[in-house]
């Protein structure tokens, strides 16, 4: 949903009438996880995506259906379903889809919610988001449909904030409650899911069903050498979601105009650069560090700070021929560097891919991180088995 927000936010000001829907659940090969969202605004204009192409006609109508008469639907579209033929789920799984109107009477509490994950509407000194990120808790199923939509963002602002609507939270106070603890370690693992609660929440009780939205951070992708490559990859770091930081010790080069795509543009010398963004807990394991300097005195000290310092986890790449990797390994062995450290690095870096330019290197690049997240192969999908969407 990170990524209608802003189209939201601006329909929502205005007082006018929208839909939203989203992906709440999916079963086998679905083309979209949970969260993923498809708006549509007041004159009839979509932005997102719920199924990347497979059932969006339907949803649309239905999303038209909702801001029309404001009362919020829970749709499922699966390729056993006569109905999935004709819409197009081809792809063998099964989506569940709530449906909710969006405007000031219906969700009074959205912008505390989108300027929350956004990284604006939490008090932080930084303004931005709490390390561990924010929650939606929407009911998505209830004994009756005066339930069906409600909302709870957590953390709360304050106890006994209204996140709702207006009446509210959840429907009940211990359902709340129930929520809210729950909440907690979906944050923490970083995982959204779906959980089922007696109407007052009830551990034991079923019947209430909460989709628990988790908004984490967005991902730092930490380049370091300003070089036209790094440029490359701030675009594809960008277009990946990720947070991008270009850091480079030379100050003619380390410049806003020439990495417009990066998010901050850094002149320090790496290794003291990251050294300090991991004391202060600002790289996590989710993070990726691309090292494209290309000079032993920076690479050599800013690699080994972050072979051995990074969280477990955290992608670690460098740029450079097999000659110099062979060089810059020794050198990191001479520095102290222990082997199970050093077999963390990727070097070089990225994909096979035939890379010549600089943004096929950050495509190569950008996969070989995509495969390290996810644990994939990264071989050819026609020569594996199994799911395609993972």
């Known amino acids: 949903m990170r990524d209608v927000l802003p189209q939201l936010l601006d329909w929502w000001r205005a007082d006018e009438r929208a839909a939203v829907a989203t992906v709440v659940r999916t079963f086998r090969s679905a083309p979209r996880e949970p969260g993923a969202a498809m708006a549509v605004g007041p004159g009839g204009e979509v932005v997102g995506s719920v199924s990347g192409g497979c059932v969006e006609g339907a949803v649309y109508d239905l999303c038209l259906e909702v801001a029309e008469t404001g009362r919020p639907v829970l749709a499922r579209y699966g390729v056993s379903d006569d109905a999935a033929f004709e819409v197009g789920l081809t792809c063998g799984g099964t989506i569940e889809v709530l449906v909710t109107p969006l405007s000031r009477q219906t969700w009074p509490g959205f912008e505390r919610f989108a300027q929350a994950v956004m990284g604006t509407g939490i008090p932080l000194p930084d303004g931005g988001l709490p390390a561990s990120g924010v929650c939606l808790a929407t009911v998505i199923a209830g004994p009756d449909d005066g339930v069906l939509g409600r909302h709870l963002l957590l953390p709360r602002a304050e106890a006994g904030a209204d996140e709702g609507l207006p009446d509210g939270g959840l429907g009940h106070s211990g359902l709340d409650a129930a929520v809210t603890v729950d909440a907690v370690g979906q944050v923490a693992a970083g995982v959204s899911a779906v959980r089922e609660y007696g109407p007052r929440g009830e551990r034991t009780g079923t019947g209430t069903q ?163 997240r996810s644990g994939a192969s990264a071989r050819p999908l026609r020569e594996t088995d199994g799911p395609i969407h993972g």
């Open 210 to 372: 909460v989709f628990l939205q988790v908004f984490a951070p967005r991902p730092r992708l930490l380049v370091f050498g300003a070089i036209d490559f790094a440029a490359a990859m701030a675009r594809v770091g960008r277009l990946l979601g990720y947070r991008v930081t270009v850091c480079d010790a030379r100050p003619i080069f380390a410049t806003p105009a020439r990495f417009p795509e990066a998010d901050e543009v850094v002149t320090e010398w790496p290794h003291r650069y990251l050294a300090a963004e991991i004391e202060a807990g600002r790289v996590t394991a989710h993070d990726a560090v691309c090292v494209l300097t290309h000079d032993a005195k920076f690479d050599v000290p800013l690699l080994r700070t972050a072979l051995t310092n990074l969280p477990a986890g955290t992608y670690v790449g460098a740029m450079g021929s097999r000659r110099a990797h062979a060089e810059r390994e020794a050198r990191l062995i001479e520095d102290g560097v222990p082997p199970e450290a050093l077999a963390r690095l990727r070097s070089p870096i990225g994909l096979d891919l035939g890379a010549r330019t600089p943004d096929e290197t950050a495509v190569s690049i950008a996969a070989e991180m995509i495969a390290a």
